[in-house]
């Protein structure tokens, strides 16, 4: 159905694998220049910041987010 419904071929997901195969490290690096844009980026980190090996200041502009225990019935209404 997915292959109707976008108009591929019927035999598109036999022929992708070759397809992938043909794709080069320059049209990875290309597009990537074109649509990826680390200054721009955001990570979001989850964990305990007393295990990790360095500040995650390092790596840029730093937000810490507390989250809501919500173990607790008054914090749950």
């Known amino acids: 159905m997915n292959n109707e419904y976008f108009g591929f071929p ?19 690096q290309r597009v ?8 721009k980026a955001t990570v979001l980190m989850v964990g305990d910041l007393s295990t990790f090996e360095k500040p995650i200041s390092t790596l840029g ?7 809501i225990d919500y173990t607790n019935d008054a914090n749950s209404r």
């Open 10 to 28: 019927a035999d598109y997901l036999e022929t992708y694998p070759q397809k992938i195969a043909h794709v080069s490290v320059a049209d990875v």
């Open 32 to 39: 990537a220049k074109t649509y990826i844009q680390p200054t």
């Open 61 to 67: 502009k730093a937000q810490e987010i507390q989250l």
